[in-house]
């Protein structure tokens, strides 16, 4: 068996097998090799030191990892929760938005069905009473019982004169009921093309005897404020007015009904109407002109008459 060998580096540096001592070299070479076996343990202890210092380091971030990954997994969990439960609000919503709608798609589609019956009640009821000489015209906002209600206020007042403010496919059907009564027609409109398009139409139904006439659009007071309306130099002559329909589909503005009553309100000759479009507020008064609401008419019409028109009727 070798026989251990022992360095001795406290003094002078030497190196013993057994009870014999080795040989370590030049003193230089002694120096040395003693540097580095003092240096030995140290290093040992630094890197230890530095293992340790990693490892802390290392459980350190695996604990922090491990709270992050907590809080993520409480997070997600949460949110898919959240998520289930919104889905579930959802489904319960949309269940009953379809409900509602298959209620309300049977309820619309029997409401659909009464009024296209009714229009087509109302079609039949106008060629019922008028035998037009050319094609109708076609288009238009005036649906058939709008223009039954028309036809319907025309031939029952009988009016002498009857001015449409607006024009367009109402005006022929107008022009035949007045043809019937001997009344006399006036139609006013803003629309250049649309005014062309309507002294057409009368003329190929033979009804020229129509006094069509085109303004331009010109600013006018109305209550205080300015409002785009017909040039009034075009309403020269208009007077004692039977019967005034104010088309508010033609004619301009959204409110047609003040500027119409400013103008003409009071060139309506004694018991005469105004028809406007239902529902209508209650027309403002013009200096001691006012209308009162009467009746509802065929569509979408509603007869005013003067307030001392009905004072009369009244007693």
Not at 100 to 108: F, I, M, S, Y
Not at 139 to 155: E, F, I, M, R, S
Not at 237 to 256: K, M, N, R, S, Y
Request: aromatic share 2%.
């Amino acid at each position: 068996m070798t026989d251990p060998v022992r360095l001795q580096i406290l003094g002078p540096l030497r190196v013993r097998r057994g009870d014999a001592e080795v040989p370590a070299g030049p003193r230089q070479q002694r120096c040395l090799l003693a540097l580095l076996l003092a240096a030995l343990p140290a290093g040992v202890i630094h890197l230890s030191r530095r293992i340790g210092g990693v490892t802390r380091a290392n459980r350190e971030a695996v604990r922090d990892l491990r709270v992050l990954v907590e809080q993520l997994q409480r997070r997600v969990i949460a949110a898919v929760e959240k998520e289930r439960l919104a889905a579930g609000d959802r489904h319960q919503e949309l269940t009953e938005a379809l409900s509602r709608a298959e209620r309300l798609t049977g309820r619309g589609a029997e409401l659909l069905l009464r009024e296209q019956t009714r229009e087509i009640e109302a079609l039949f009821q106008l060629f019922g009473r008028v035998s037009p000489r050319g094609p109708m015209p076609a288009g238009g906002a005036l649906n058939p019982t709008d223009l039954l209600g028309l036809h319907t206020v025309a031939t029952n007042r009988r009016p002498g004169l009857t001015v449409l403010l607006g024009g367009g496919t109402a005006a022929v059907w107008l022009a035949y009921a007045l043809a019937e009564t001997g009344g006399r027609l006036v139609t006013v409109d803003h629309d250049r093309a649309r005014a062309e398009g309507t002294r057409v139409a009368l003329r190929e139904h033979g009804l020229d005897a129509v006094d069509v006439r085109h303004a331009t659009l010109a600013e006018l007071t109305v209550e205080g404020r300015a409002v785009d309306w017909y040039d009034v130099d075009a309403l020269d002559g208009l007077q004692e007015i039977d019967l005034l329909v104010v088309d508010g589909t033609a004619a301009p503005g959204p409110d047609a009904v003040a500027p119409a009553l400013h103008v003409l309100g009071r060139r309506l000759a004694g018991g005469g109407a105004v028809v406007v479009e239902a529902p209508t507020h209650v027309a403002p008064r013009q200096g001691s002109f006012g209308l009162t609401e009467q009746r509802r008419l065929t569509g979408r019409w509603t007869t005013l008459t003067p307030a001392q028109s009905t004072a009369k009727a009244a007693k």
